[in-house]
């Protein structure tokens, strides 16, 4: 039945990414996209990553998808021809990429040690009680993260805090001169 | 086997009822509404049909259902259909996560049930946030598909305003998921028992006072109410985004703004103004009435709601339209730093004094 | 609750809610094609042409449309996120105690600065 449900995300995802750079229409990317971003949301519930499927939807679906579908608006783009004659390198790196992922996939398979340190503290904290075991933490997921971000990984987050500081700055320069261009002119 | 049949049939009948009572309510609403504006501004409102013109939402609702779909020549047909459905869906599965009554569980064929919530999940307010975001789509696609200037503009500017209003909205409930400690909704408002000093809007150390006032002021706008309504103003857009639908997608759309008017109603209520819970202890059903005690829940989680269903009538029918700009110079430069300082505050009130 | 039972029970939440976005979809969707069985159908090059008070359409009406719309939905993302980091933040506010809450100060101070910049460079104006 899990297996069963893993598949079904997994086999939406690929084909929905795969319409987004296979479709001409750019609204039709972003609205196969946004199928995607739910399925992924899906597959993070089922790994018991609530926190993360929610963030998955507000930010990715409901933010950075609008930001797009602004820009497709913007540009009026009724076809888009120009990246379809790219194939070759798209195959290249994405077979490049394929590669790796495989051969990363096939070593943690074979070492079975989590990579990230952050899933082993997230074991450790959850009550004490192994997830690997299938046994669901009596502490919600958000709970786990907040514990965690705001005390072992507090340096990142604070350095998360200027990147978005940094990328503001970096958006409002971008932008400026559009929007000083047009006001003086 | 059984067992988990009875449970997906339980599951299933609650979401209809859910789903019924949120299509009847926006029925009433739209008449509610108009009597409501019509004594405001000393007219009776619809009077024709059935007695004092009761029956005019069933008139309305059939009337549209028979009425000639028109897809405009040049449109997208396929997201020109889409769009009404996208905004729909959302406003209505957020009722999913709200508690429409006490938390009790009760066990019918030997199966667990939670008769006042279909779903109560550790992140219910991020859900709502989440889904609430997704009824953007709807209104700048069913814009754009439309091959109007007039669509698309107010499809645009219902966009930019949703997502401006959001920001605010999610910083409001900040101090509330603070004080309570958790975003389930259940436990928000399982937080806020006792005494009506309790609740969030009220609450020691520090009232969530103005956040609730920028929750309201946003959600208002979110769901494009007057003086909000910019994307669909009459006098300069026709209909906004609307404006090439007719018949049962338009419908949709007019469904998707009242279900969103009670969505966030319920929301206001469950989190700032104690849910299901009764103004004092003893004005609910207790002592040898205590099994009763969910009936009281249910007519307190009522009566919020309607409360905040009747300030959006009052406030359309008080207020004038705003200008766009002055729409997003409120949004960005006097919401959002009110909603901020109170996260600062109530964060600091917060470790200062600790509750309970 | 033993651990199965709990999992059981958390995916029992989660199934309803997808049981919910179901019927609504479905409910969306029939109600649509009900409607569409029993309407008249007349179409006509008048009835069909864009509403323009009454004038012919000219151009295209996907024109294109202020960057501003494409600023200010940037500034959303980035807030966005900063607004996604305050809630783990105080959902476990009273267990992390002062450190949180002057990592969160910095933070906020941070965003602050943002904020600051975004309204001195008039990325905040409409007009």
């Known amino acids: ?185 | 086997m059984v067992e988990v049949g009875i449970k997906i049939g339980l599951s299933i009948t609650q979401i209809a009822v859910v789903m019924g009572v949120v299509l009847l309510t926006v029925m009433f609403l739209t008449l509610a509404e108009r009597k409501v504006i019509g004594w405001m501004q000393d007219r009776m409102g619809p009077m024709e049909v059935g007695p004092y013109g009761i029956l005019q939402p069933i008139a309305d609702g059939l009337k549209l259902f028979f009425k000639e779909d028109i897809v405009p020549a040049g449109a997208n047909k396929f997201l020109f259909s889409l769009a009404p459905i996208l905004a729909l869906v959302p406003a209505l599965i957020g009722f999913a996560v709200i508690p429409f009554g006490p938390n009790l569980t009760v066990e019918i064929f030997g199966v667990q049930f939670q008769p006042f919530v279909i779903s109560d999940i550790n992140i219910g307010i991020l859900y709502i946030l989440a889904f609430t975001s997704i009824g953007a789509y709807g209104v700048i696609l069913g814009g754009w598909a439309s091959n109007s200037k007039y669509s698309l503009l107010g499809g645009l500017r219902a966009a930019a305003q949703v997502i401006s209003y959001e920001l605010n909205v999610g910083l409001a409930i900040v101090g509330v998921i603070l004080l309570a400690g958790s975003l389930s909704l259940v436990k928000i408002t399982e937080a806020q028992s006792g005494w009506f000093w309790n609740w969030f809007i009220f609450a020691p150390p520090f009232p969530q006072l103005f956040a609730f006032v920028v929750y309201v002021i946003s959600s208002v706008a979110e769901t494009n109410r007057m003086p909000f309504d910019l994307p669909e103003a009459e006098s300069e857009l026709v209909a906004g985004f609307f404006t090439e639908y007719s018949g049962m997608r338009f419908a949709f759309f007019f469904l998707a703004e009242y279900a969103n008017m009670i969505l966030v109603s319920c929301i206001a209520a469950t989190l700032f103004l104690g849910g299901w819970n009764a103004p004092a202890p003893f004005l609910q059903f207790h002592g040898s009435w205590a099994n009763l005690a969910w009936a009281s829940g249910v007519f307190w989680f009522t009566v919020k709601v309607y409360f905040f269903l009747f300030l959006f009538f009052w406030l359309r029918a008080t207020l004038p339209r705003l200008r766009y700009d002055q729409l997003m110079r409120f949004g960005w430069k006097v919401m959002l730093p009110i909603a901020l300082g109170n996260i600062l505050i109530t964060a600091i009130a917060a470790y200062l004094f600790p509750r309970g | 609750m033993s651990g199965a039972e709990l999992l059981l029970d958390y995916l029992t939440r989660y199934f309803s809610v997808v049981l919910f976005i179901v019927i609504a979809l479905g409910f969306g969707v029939v109600t649509l094609l009900a409607s569409h069985l029993v309407q008249p159908k007349f179409p006509e090059t008048e009835k069909l042409s864009p509403y323009e008070c009454g004038s012919e359409p000219f151009s295209d009406a996907r024109m294109p449309f202020p960057v501003r719309y494409y600023i200010f939905a940037m500034l959303f993302v980035i807030f966005d996120i900063e607004v996604i980091f305050l809630y783990p933040w105080a959902v476990v506010f009273d267990k992390i105690g002062l450190i949180g809450l002057v990592e969160m100060l910095v933070f906020i101070g941070l965003f602050l600065v943002a904020y600051v910049y975004a309204w001195k460079k008039g990325a905040l104006e409409w007009d």
């Open chain 1, 1 to 185: 039945m899990a297996t069963l449900v893993f598949f079904y995300f997994a086999g939406v995802i690929v084909l929905t990414s795969l319409l987004v750079v296979a479709l001409r229409n750019p609204i039709y990317s972003a609205l196969s996209l946004l199928i995607m971003f739910f399925h992924v949301a899906g597959l993070y519930v089922t790994l018991r990553a609530e926190f993360l499927a929610a963030v998955q939807i507000i930010v990715y679906a409901g933010a950075i998808l609008v930001l797009y579908l602004f820009v497709v608006m913007l540009l009026n783009v009724k076809r888009e021809e120009r990246y379809h004659q790219q194939f070759p390198i798209g195959a290249f790196l994405g077979l490049t990429i394929l590669t790796e992922v495989l051969l990363l996939a096939y070593h943690r398979s074979s070492a079975n040690e989590p990579a990230l340190p952050l899933s082993q503290a997230a074991r450790t904290m959850s009550n004490g009680q192994s997830v690997a075991t299938g046994v669901a933490p009596a502490v919600g997921n958000t709970e786990t993260i907040g514990e965690v971000l705001y005390s072992t990984y507090l340096f990142p987050f604070e350095v998360a805090s200027l990147i978005l500081l940094v990328a503001m700055i970096g958006a409002i320069i971008l932008a400026k001169r559009d929007l000083f261009g047009e006001g003086k002119s």
